[in-house]
């Protein structure tokens, strides 16, 4: 059976390296799509829903990982979600992250041997989902893949994870997690404003800003959410979306609907924040 994939990397001779790679040891798979850059890897694995994504960790913008947990928030429930890999320059240190899960990964220089048993690893996932893909196709009723909630658990672990730090080394002894954020400077204009992390309801990330709402008020940073998540106590902050962060004493109560989507209502706040399919497990108490 014919198999696709997609490979996003943003340095081309490294993307063209892989994809004839992949082509030696592996000619029945077809690469649709060679993205250079994560909003364009989410686009096109959206549209082409290819059987295998290969994604560089490090990209402009989103990262691959990021990029995969786009992909699983607005991917079809009916459908069988791709195999991961990433394409990593990290080493030892940060890869125990992946060993710890089921996706796997291959670190850059790439090595034909090691390329070649992720491709076996994969031939022979796909060779499981086969027998439901077949069933589905005949009309038959079958219960649907377990892999979109099985990834979206994992990446929730990644992206926690020490993959989140730009240069880990097997040998570096982690730092001390700083204290946890408790002020906020804000600046606008000549003025600075004092803003209490404790009144702040949710952050939410606006182009290259980060939307602070409090009761009353809405402040700018010039700061990435991605920046400002580590700072931030994660037992109080949230995160509900890939762009929302919630304090969750602020949540007064949680709806699901029909449909199973989830939707938080704040104190002090008309505001709904949609949880997103990545995170909604938080609330699967309901």
Known sequence: MKHTALIAEDEALLAENLRQELTRLWPELEIVTMAAHGQAAVDAALQRRPDVCFLDIRMPGMTGLEAA??????????????????????DQ??????????????????QPERLAQTCERLKKALSLRQPTEQAKAAGQQVAEPASLELAMQQLRQLLGSALSEPCATASAVMPPRPAPLRLLQVGLGNTIHMVPVDEVLYFEAADKYVRVLTAGKEHLVRISLRELLPQLDTQRFWQVHRSVIVRSDAIDRVVRDEYGKVTLHLHGSPDRIAVSRLYAPLFKGL
Do not use: H, N
Request: negative net charge; proline residues 10%; charged residues 20%.
């Open 69 to 90: 947990a786009a992909m699983a928030e607005d991917w079809p429930a009916d459908r069988p979600f791709p195999l991961l890999v990433f394409v990593t320059a990290y």
């Open 93 to 110: 240190y940060a890869v125990q992250a992946f060993e710890r899960s089921a996706i796997d990964y291959v670190l850059k220089p790439v």
